[in-house]
């Protein structure tokens, strides 16, 4: 199984970046959920984003909610999160997850442990003027 996340990079405040997140080995258009996860410098892992298989349901952080977007494209076997209107404090290494989330309810999701299911290396978002 991996899965491998790109579209990182610097980018100045109010920016937009759009991440890619491209899975194999398992049946990505199966699995329940995938979610991004970032680790800002010197914190831990924070959920971000959640959508489940058929894409019916998405949810996000507070932090974040209005100006990212999740979406997959299960032909492709991709998840992608859409990053609009950066701020500085969504710099982060951002890491693709299947399915990162012990569970999901409409206040969010909780988020799971990073030996569970399967993490990518994680890509870098860096917000900076």
């Known amino acids: 199984v991996q899965l491998v996340e790109s579209g990182g990079g610097l980018v100045q405040p109010g920016g937009s970046l759009r991440l890619s997140c491209a899975a194999s080995?398992?049946?990505?258009?199966?699995?329940?959920?995938m979610s991004w996860v970032r680790q800002a410098p010197g914190k831990g892992l924070e959920w971000v984003a959640t959508?489940?298989?058929?894409?019916?349901?998405?949810y996000y952080a507070d932090s974040v909610k209005g100006r990212f977007t999740i979406s997959r494209d299960n032909a492709r076997g991709t998840l992608y999160l859409q990053m609009n209107s950066l701020k500085f404090e969504d710099t982060a290494l951002y890491y693709c997850?299947?399915?990162?989330?012990?569970?999901?309810?409409?206040?969010?999701?909780?988020?799971?442990?990073?030996?569970?299911?399967?993490w990518g290396q994680g890509t870098q978002v860096t917000v900076s003027s």
């Open positions: 997850a299947a399915p990162g989330v012990r569970y999901c309810s409409g206040g969010g999701c909780s988020l799971g442990s990073a030996n569970a299911g399967y």
């Open positions: 959508l489940l298989s058929d894409g019916s349901s998405s």
């Open positions: 080995g398992f049946t990505f258009s199966k699995y329940p959920m």
